[in-house]
């Protein structure tokens, strides 16, 4: 992220408050927060696609407030300005992000989450179901059921009686099958 600060009283010369900006490609520090000599650096080898959204979150805020005045030559432009190979890597990146990101909006309003309470003193949990249950509306209440997706943590989700056979689902123990809500023992 290049940007010119100085339209808005902001400063980035040599001394002022973003000083350590100037000639200077802070992308990762944009992502894993750390504005230090050894976060200000242009390699994002080992970030994750959702640290490279981060970033291009960051581009498009900047780029809506800041007026452009030039690219920085590097691992992303060369010294013409143009994108480089590795650019577009990251661009690529964040297309898979995007993808990612509709399939889990898809998957939230399929199965959205359950509303739930934790009493930590009773050692126990409550989830249960509303037509509004995981901020989608919806003309089902559904049920709660334990959700078990590839490579994330299991969930609540409410589930329309309809789905109930799916596999990724699991009912919760000592809660009835047809109940909207379960008490849940913590343990």
Known sequence: ITLTLISSGINAEYGGTYNFFSGKDGSRAYSTGQFDEEGLTDDLKDLKPQQIGEIYHWINIFSKKYPFVGRLEGPFFDSAGSPTAHWREIESSLADLSATEKLKGELKRKYPSCNSHYDQSAGRA???????????SRAWMGVPRQLHLPGESVR???IPKSLLKDPKLKEYPNCLPNSN???IKLQ
């Open 126 to 136: 409550e989830v249960w179901c509303t037509e509004k249950s995981g901020g989608v």
């Open 181 to 183: 809500s379960c008490l």
């Open 156 to 158: 609540c989700a409410c």
